[in-house]
């Protein structure tokens, strides 16, 4: 199993990143997929989760209306389209799989994104 981000980096405030994390291993559209963040010395906080088919989404309030979970389960990809990005966004971003039909739960690296001038 497998769960690998990437596209995190270095970007201006009010810029946009597009975060993705690609899954292997196991069936993608058996899992639920969800988008984590932990920032220095703090707590890991759930960020956005979206259904296995993609039919439902979910946001933290300090990212609604910005950021956007998506999914392709042809790709066996989830994806997290960030905007309008301030320095409160800076921490490392970990998808995460969590079964529908099983107790599984899978978590990924992490991807960095950094949010300063």
């Known amino acids: 199993v497998q769960l690998v981000e990437s596209g995190g980096a270095l970007v201006q405030p009010g810029g946009s990143l597009r975060l993705s994390c690609a899954a292997s291993?196991?069936?993608?559209?058996?899992?639920?997929m969800s988008w984590y963040r932990q920032a220095p010395g703090k707590g890991r906080e759930l960020v956005a989760s979206i259904t296995r088919l993609g039919g439902s989404t979910n946001y933290a309030d300090s990212v609604k209306g910005r950021f956007t979970i998506s999914r392709d389960n042809a790709k066996n990809t989830v994806f997290l389209q960030m905007n309008s990005l301030t320095p409160e966004d800076t921490a490392v971003y970990l998808c995460k799989a969590s079964g529908i039909f099983t107790s599984d739960e899978y978590w990924g690296q992490g991807t960095q994104v950094t949010v300063s001038s």
């Open positions: 291993g196991f069936t993608f559209s058996r899992y639920g």
